[in-house]
């Protein structure tokens, strides 16, 4: 029987003679070409309402203030390098912030998350230890409320920016004894 693949592998083994050289495996796992990438969504419907609620609370706490989403936890806190840093990344790195709130400088203010799926235990470790590392940083470290949304906004912007009052400190307030 007559192998009618034979010129197509031939025609295949001479391209590979002539191909250039330095492309030969590069271009064969190319991870634009296996992967296509294509625009996604990057807030999910729940996240895109939070986001405009905390946005508004934060133009009246910090007009020149940033909101950041999806946020690197290695980008939102410091650890001191005296322990091995890869090391702490290798046990943080995968964890996101879901929103931080920045001044006009850049600085971290409020970090807020968004409440874990309780079905699914892998996830709920993951934002427990997201929270002790952002509880153990002296951040102020939120939890999205959902009720928030139709909520007075007075409300959501003292949980985003508590008013935290050290030894010695005074209050300017007319009702404050």
């Not at 590069?26 to 990438?37: E, I």
């Not at 964890?95 to 409020?110: P, Q």
Request: charged share 20%; with cysteine.
């Amino acid at each position: 029987m007559l192998n009618l693949n034979l010129p197509r592998a031939v025609g295949a083994w001479l391209h590979n003679l002539t191909a250039q050289r330095g492309a030969s495996r590069a271009d064969a796992t190319d991870t634009v070409m296996l992967w296509p990438p294509t625009p996604t969504r990057v807030l999910a419907s729940a996240e895109r309402i939070a986001h405009k609620h905390i946005a508004q609370a934060l133009a009246l706490e910090h007009p020149k203030g940033f909101l950041l989403a999806h946020v690197p936890l290695y980008k939102v806190v410091k650890v001191p390098k005296q322990h091995s840093y890869r090391e702490w990344l290798s046990r943080t790195g995968l964890l996101t912030v879901d929103f931080v709130l920045c001044d006009e400088h850049g600085y971290v203010r409020s970090a807020i998350v968004m409440p874990a799926p309780e079905e699914d235990p892998r996830l709920t470790r993951k934002r427990e230890r997201l929270l002790r590392v952002l509880e153990a940083s002296g951040l102020a470290v939120t939890v999205w409320d959902r009720a928030w949304q139709s909520d007075d906004s007075q409300r959501l912007h003292q949980h985003l920016f508590p008013r935290v009052m050290g030894a010695g400190a005074y209050t300017d307030s007319p009702h404050a004894h």
